[in-house]
Every structure is written in structure tokens, then in C-alpha cells.
């Protein structure tokens, strides 16, 4: 293998391990937003929702300058795709985990991993080829410039 594409290789890998960084931070961050939120006393339709907003807010702002980084692409624009990508993956994950668990009766634990696995796997592809696309590259090819 020749070392540009090693080095290519190595950066993709590094990327990944950022955006399961964030995908630790960001279920912290939801956590700790719907615990101190469950303690205001507000129904747990609505601080469930508001840590939602909250996470995918933070998780957004991580992955557009920690894990893919900053770049000349519109923010707006970005959002809009990160969001209908969150929630679409969200959706496709309660699906897995009804068929999973409700269907072919597998163990609950099994099929919430399974969902997991599924949405950090689709989602970071995604992420990375449409979402934030050429985030990195953009960054990169300004300093050879």
C-alpha cells in the first residue's frame, strides 16, 4: 500500500474514532439534559423532546467543526440535512428494533444494540458523503493552495 493512501486511510480511521467521540458526548449531553430537565417537573414528553433538540443541536456543532471540521459550506444548509438525516435514522431505528424485538422476539438488549449499531454505521456514512461532504477535503486543499 503506498503512503498516500495509508495516510488517507489512517485520517478516515481518526475521523471515525471523532465521530463516536461525539456519539459519547452527545448521549451524555442528552442525559444530563433530560435528568436536569426531568427535575424541573415538565412531562417527560416535553423534556424528552427539548433534550432531543438539545442533543442534536450539540451533536450537529461537534461533528461540523470536531469531526468533519470547519469549512466555507453554508451552516443552514448543513443543518438541514443533518436534521432530516437524524430523523429519518431514528425512525429506520425504531422500525429495526420493532421487527427485532417485537417479530422475531429477540432479547430487548440485543435489539436496541442492534438499532445502535445500525445508526452509527448508516449515520456516519451518511454523514460523511452527504451531510458534511468534502468538509475535510475543503480544509485540506486551501492549505496545499
Known amino acids: 500500500m503506498d503512503s498516500i493512501r495509508r495516510k488517507k486511510l489512517l ?3 481518526f475521523t471515525m474514532v471523532r465521530y463516536g467521540l461525539v456519539g459519547v458526548l452527545n ?3 442528552f442525559t444530563l439534559a433530560a435528568w436536569l430537565l426531568h427535575k424541573t417537573g415538565w412531562h417527560y ?3 424528552t423532546a ?3 433538540a438539545i442533543a442534536i443541536i450539540f451533536s450537529f456543532l461537534m ?3 470536531f469531526t468533519f471540521r470547519k469549512s466555507q459550506v453554508p451552516l443552514s444548509a448543513m443543518f438541514l440535512r443533518f436534521l432530516l438525516v437524524t430523523l ?3 425512525g429506520l ?7 427485532l424485538i417485537e417479530k422475531l422476539e429477540w432479547p430487548e438488549l440485543a435489539g436496541v444494540i442492534s438499532g445502535m449499531v445500525f445508526y452509527t454505521g448508516v449515520g456516519y456514512i451518511v454523514n460523511r458523503l452527504w451531510v458534511f461532504k468534502g468538509l475535510g477535503n475543503l480544509q485540506r486543499n486551501t ?3
Do not use: D, K, S, W
Open 11 to 13: 485520517r478516515e480511521f
Open 27 to 29: 448521549t451524555a449531553v
Open 45 to 47: 414528553t416535553a423534556y
Open 50 to 52: 427539548l433534550a432531543y
Open 63 to 65: 461533528n461540523t467543526f
Open 88 to 90: 429519518i435514522l431514528l
Open 93 to 99: 431505528v425504531q422500525l429495526i428494533q420493532l421487527g
Open 143 to 145: 492549505h496545499n493552495a
